[in-house]
């Protein structure tokens, strides 16, 4: 069973810079795992904000950006604001079955 | 502007079935490959099955294989999830997911619809 590991909870200060990590059980995380990442608020369904390890969406704040770091996905987000807490997903595809990661909360203080 | 409104969730007895609907507008629904993905209460995501454009390609997490069943109707922009033998730990609001244009690709969601599994 694969399973994709992300920290369960960070906190950053409002204008600072916090990065996200998305391992595999499989191995080091490449661009051919085609990670995503999205952002859920609480009672909201989930907003895609990166694709294939770094392409943001056109609704995706600038703000947001991700790469490959130490053989995970990560997911960096700089000039934190206050509307930036939430839940973060990373999503992984492997072939024809994708896992999503089980979520960082993140808490802006 | 991209919609996936889905339907079809509600209560249901342990064992029983549901067919889940998610209707698509906004795009060429017959373009795009589908996803389903569910979120347990205060739980995490989990991505439940797939399927392609033509709907000749289909996957399936193994927590659902062989009681889910995934489908569409692009003539009716329809994405489908049928749901047999259903559990307590079945509860969950269940999205469907527009893929992107680019291999791996979630870009738009819908709301969601609950379904509750209990007696």
């Known amino acids: 069973q694969t399973v994709v590991t992300q920290e369960p909870s960070l906190t950053v200060s409002p204008g600072g810079t916090v990065t996200l990590t998305c391992a595999s059980s499989t191995g080091a995380v490449t661009s051919g795992y085609f990670p995503n990442w999205f952002q859920q608020k609480p009672g909201q369904a989930p907003r895609s904000l990166i694709y294939s390890t770094r392409n943001k969406h056109s609704w995706t704040p600038a703000r947001f950006s991700a790469s490959l770091l130490g053989g995970k996905a990560a997911l960096t987000l700089s000039g934190v604001q206050p509307e930036d807490e939430a839940d973060y997903y990373c999503?992984?595809?492997?072939?024809?079955?994708?896992?999503f990661g089980g979520g960082t909360k993140l808490t802006v203080l | 502007e991209v919609q996936l409104v889905e339907s079809g969730g509600g209560l249901v007895q342990p064992g029983g079935s549901l067919r889940l609907s998610c209707a698509a507008s906004?795009?060429?629904?017959?373009?795009?490959?589908m996803n389903w993905v569910r979120q347990a209460p205060g739980k995490g995501l989990e991505w439940l099955s797939y399927i392609s454009s033509s709907g000749s390609n289909i996957y399936y997490a193994d927590s659902v294989k062989g009681r889910f069943t995934i489908s569409r109707d692009n003539a009716k922009n329809s994405l489908y999830l049928h749901m047999h033998s259903l559990r307590a730990e079945d509860t969950a609001v269940y999205y469907c997911a527009k893929k992107g244009t680019v291999v791996g690709t979630i870009d738009y969601w819908g709301q969601g619809t609950l379904v509750t599994v209990s007696s």
């Open positions: 999503l992984l595809y492997y072939g024809g079955a994708q896992v």
């Open positions: 906004g795009f060429t629904f017959d373009n795009y490959e």
